[in-house]
């Protein structure tokens, strides 16, 4: 693959995949049926960036629709192309702890395009009634969200409502520089997880300035996030919600055609209590190294630096890892003590692609371990901190928060072109929190309000076991409209017995031009 594919950065851009295509076409890779399958899924997935007439439809609907197998309605004019799509995901399933069906109910419209080929745009808007499980109905009651949501609302006594609009321009004023705003999501890693910045809270507001130049990609990305947890706990439930902000500089470097290595720094900043501060311009900075500038500014900020790790031997295997630190005392990490200011975390997993020499059987499996207290912060207040690495009441990294260790193995198979199956196993073990009580896996909790300065380690607290376990098989009816037959169980097992829980899940969903969704918690 070309050094100059970055994939440590998502979401990919259609550029890239479309290169990263053409470099693997030219290498003869897609050999077997089903790998041609998918090569011609991928490239009739990706017009216009794709010009190979065979992906225009024989039979288009009623002369205007499905023009391209893909897409629904296209508009291909030299200097504007549009391509829209409707997007459906309804899913019924049975729980053993729930005595009523359990239901998605997902409608969505899905756009993109570009104009001159140099502003490109992208949109997706949706509409979702859904009856969850057990535990995702705790998380909302206790956090007063639902993951990878805004506002939800009750719908008919037991289950939620919400709207989700996201989307974003894209633009590039020179070629090795592209721009991107709008409101989104976005990942670091090459892992299932993500320790630096994952994809499981919600959308919200960005700048990204992307700068790929030689081996290196740069990016400086500046986020608006807001502040739901101090609304949730407060007598005070005024609007809007506060504001907090997090800018991040992130340096990818491949050093071989095999080896890459980023260099990851954020801050974390709010409006200082109703100051008026609001965006902090001194943290426009582009350089790297924002902890020189943070200083200057009297050290108000959660800073937050990191590693990302990717390194392929063999052609098959990939090896991939992070680190993440956000605060230590040299001292103490060498007296071993388990002092709580030594807050960071570690990941280390493994890719195997045809396993055996078997087409399109995949084998991955991931440990991702975090100390307790990282991704919190102090404040004024010492019941909560505002500068959390959190959005919306949901981590920006890892759904456990802190305090965790957690194995995870995933197996992925094709054995048809239109056939897919998959097996995930999660393991963990963290420590939770009794009534009034600070162990630190609750990372919207002061650091400040520890429980003990020494001898803290992984899983302290009230000790918790969690297992989830998912099956299931994919059949492509057309392109990008799937049936999904699934299987999840998630076993919960903790020191104080209330808490613990049993849920068996049987399910079977259709989908159109949308991920399937499982259990990540």
Known sequence: MSAANFEDIRPYKRDALAAMLLIMDSLNIFVSNVDRFNLSYLQSDNLPLSSNRNFDSNKPVLRHFYKSKANFYQVNEPNFNLFVNPVLYLMAAESDSDEKILYTNTRALELHGDIDGKLGFYAFISENQMRVAQHENEYRKTWGVYPGAHLTKTFKGDGIDFFQARGYITFSPIKPIGIQFGQDRNFIGNGLRSLLLSD??????????????????????????????????????????????????????????????????????????????????????????????????????????????????????????????????????????????????????????????????????????????????????????????????????????????????????????????????????????????????????????????????????????????????????????????EGRYRKLDSQLPERNSNNLFLGTSLRLNLGRKGWSF
């Open 200 to 485: 499981f809270a919600t959308d919200y507001l960005f700048l990204k300035i992307n700068t790929k130049v030689w081996r290196f990609n740069y990016m400086n990305l500046f986020m608006r996030l807001t502040d739901r947890y101090g609304s949730l706990i407060a007598a005070d439930r005024s609007r809007p919600y506060p504001a907090k902000y997090v800018a991040l500089h992130y340096l990818s470097f491949n050093v071989l055609k095999n080896l890459n290595i980023g260099i990851y720094e954020s801050v974390t900043f709010h409006d200082n209590n109703g100051t008026g501060r609001g965006f902090d311009v001194n943290y426009l900075n582009p350089i790297i190294f924002y902890r020189s500038i943070e200083h200057q500014l009297g050290d108000p900020d959660k800073m937050m630096v990191g590693l990302n790790l990717g390194y392929t031997p063999f052609r098959n295997i990939k090896l991939y890892g992070q680190f993440m630190l956000s605060e230590f005392r040299i001292n103490d990490l060498r007296a071993r003590n388990g002092h709580h200011a030594n807050k960071y975390g570690y990941q280390a997993g493994f890719k195997y692609v045809d396993v055996l020499g078997l087409s399109n059987l995949d084998f991955q499996m991931e440990y991702n371990r975090v100390r307790p207290y990282s991704y919190a912060h102090y404040d004024i207040s010492k019941d909560y901190s505002v500068n959390s690495y959190t959005h919306y009441n949901q981590p920006l990294a890892h759904p456990l928060g802190a305090n965790f260790s957690e194995w995870i193995i995933k197996l992925d198979a094709q054995p048809l072109p239109r056939l897919t199956a998959g097996l995930m196993l999660i393991q963990a073990h963290y420590g939770a929190d009794s009534s009034g009580s600070n162990w630190g896996g609750n990372i919207f909790l002061s650091y400040r309000d520890y429980e003990r300065e020494l001898g803290n380690s992984v899983g302290q607290g009230v000790g918790t076991n969690l297992l989830i376990a998912e099956l299931w098989f994919s059949y492509q009816l057309r392109h990008n409209l799937f049936i999904d037959l």
